[in-house]
């Protein structure tokens, strides 16, 4: 690991007026994934802002009737929380789904937001990849591909999104907050928060130098049944091959989007509306732009089964 500087934020006005100017400075609260990073020289930031004394670990009513979740509001405290557990289930499965008791307890709302792709190339430093080295070359193209993406994807990258939860967010239409060393603030939409690879894929969020997440707000609930079913190799401590949030109605309608296939949680609305059709009619829309490598063709079939499994499960 790389030397570094560290100093500790008291209010997230305080975090960003630090991280204002300068150079290569990352926010710490959990850093569960952070510090992996850090420690294959990945990540190497010259300088560490802690934010876990910033306040930001409430979970708070809107006066719409949903709920403004703190940035470090922890995994283990959102899945537990008896109005997510009720209102938003399909957001608590996907987080005892994500990882073991002892990474949740850690890990915060903000920071698996900004959590970094598991793509074995990335992690490798002695292979090209776009996202960890700009313009060095993907060598997930042409190399082992079985976990990575099938849609969303470019010929710069072909890394998938690691984090469960924001594929629960992306269904729940979630709006991340945020603040900016000028004062301001943003309220995105999770649909606009992620960037798709293109040319470009270290660029992975819209988010600005020095700008923090502050929460992320539910909307009000909207009904029906909340199933997150992931497929991966192994029972646990694993991450999506494939997984699909859903919330569905009794009529068979309803939404979802799923993880695993791309470099977001992926959602595709005109996929909902075939919903009522069946799981193959809606995955075809869903995998319809869908560019698989030889490695990881078998995805788009597995996608249209869990989603199949997903909607049995509605109707039992």
């Given at each position: 690991?790389?030397?570094?500087?560290?100093?500790?934020?008291?209010s997230p006005a305080d975090a960003v007026s630090k991280a204002a100017g300068r150079r290569n400075v990352k926010f710490i609260a959990g850093g569960t994934n952070l510090l992996d990073l850090m420690k294959l020289e990945i990540e190497t930031p010259t300088h560490l802002i802690d934010i876990s004394g910033t306040g930001l670990d409430q979970i708070e009513p809107t006066e719409d009737g949903g709920l403004r979740i703190g940035a470090l509001v922890s995994n283990t405290a959102l899945a537990a929380d008896p109005r997510?557990?009720?209102?938003?289930?399909?957001?608590?499965?996907?987080?005892?789904?994500?990882?073991?008791?002892?990474?949740?307890?850690?890990?915060?709302?903000?920071?698996?937001?900004?959590?970094?792709?598991?793509?074995?190339?990335?992690?490798?430093?002695?292979?090209?990849?776009?996202?960890?080295?700009?313009?060095?070359?993907?060598?997930?193209?042409?190399?082992?591909?079985?976990?990575?993406?099938?849609?969303?994807?470019?010929?710069?990258?072909?890394?998938?999104?690691?984090?469960?939860?924001?594929?629960?967010?992306?269904?729940?239409?979630?709006?991340?907050?945020?603040?900016?060393?000028?004062?301001?603030?943003?309220?995105?939409?999770?649909?606009?928060?992620?960037?798709?690879?293109?040319?470009?894929?270290?660029?992975?969020?819209?988010?600005?130098?020095?700008?923090?997440?502050?929460?992320?707000?539910?909307?009000?609930?909207?009904?029906?049944?909340?199933?997150?079913?992931?497929?991966?190799?192994?029972?646990?401590?694993?991450?999506?091959?494939?997984?699909?949030?859903?919330?569905?109605?009794?009529?068979?309608?309803?939404?979802?989007?799923?993880?695993?296939?791309?470099?977001?949680?992926?959602?595709?609305?005109?996929?909902?509306?075939?919903?009522?059709?069946?799981?193959?009619?809606?995955?075809?829309?869903?995998?319809?732009?869908?560019?698989?490598?030889?490695?990881?063709?078998?995805?788009?079939?597995?996608?249209?089964?869990?989603?199949?499994?997903?909607?049995?499960?509605?109707?039992?």
């Amino acid at each position: 690991m790389r030397p570094f500087t560290y100093e500790r934020a008291t209010s997230p006005a305080d975090a960003v007026s630090k991280a204002a100017g300068r150079r290569n400075v990352k926010f710490i609260a959990g850093g569960t994934n952070l510090l992996d990073l850090m420690k294959l020289e990945i990540e190497t930031p010259t300088h560490l802002i802690d934010i876990s004394g910033t306040g930001l670990d409430q979970i708070e009513p809107t006066e719409d009737g949903g709920l403004r979740i703190g940035a470090l509001v922890s995994n283990t405290a959102l899945a537990a929380d008896p109005r997510i557990r009720r209102d938003y289930g399909v957001l608590s499965r996907a987080l005892v789904a994500g990882a073991s008791g002892q990474l949740r307890n850690k890990a915060t709302t903000g920071g698996n937001l900004l959590q970094r792709t598991r793509c074995p190339y990335f992690y490798d430093t002695n292979m090209a990849c776009n996202k960890r080295e700009p313009n060095s070359g993907c060598a997930a193209i042409g190399g082992f591909s079985r976990q990575l993406g099938v849609v969303g994807t470019s010929n710069a990258c072909i890394a998938t999104h690691p984090s469960d939860m924001a594929v629960a967010m992306r269904v729940l239409d979630a709006v991340v907050e945020t603040q900016m060393p000028d004062g301001a603030t943003r309220s995105i939409p999770i649909a606009e928060f992620y960037e798709l690879p293109g040319g470009a894929p270290y660029i992975e969020t819209v988010l600005e130098p020095a700008e923090m997440i502050t929460a992320v707000t539910l909307p009000k609930p909207i009904g029906g049944k909340h199933i997150y079913r992931k497929v991966r190799d192994r029972a646990s401590y694993a991450f999506a091959i494939v997984s699909v949030a859903a919330v569905l109605q009794p009529d068979g309608s309803g939404r979802f989007a799923c993880g695993g296939l791309a470099p977001q949680p992926w959602r595709v609305e005109a996929a909902e509306q075939l919903l009522p059709q069946g799981a193959s009619a809606a995955a075809q829309r869903l995998l319809r732009d869908a560019q698989p490598t030889e490695g990881n063709r078998y995805k788009l079939k597995l996608a249209e089964r869990t989603l199949a499994a997903v909607l049995a499960e509605a109707r039992s």
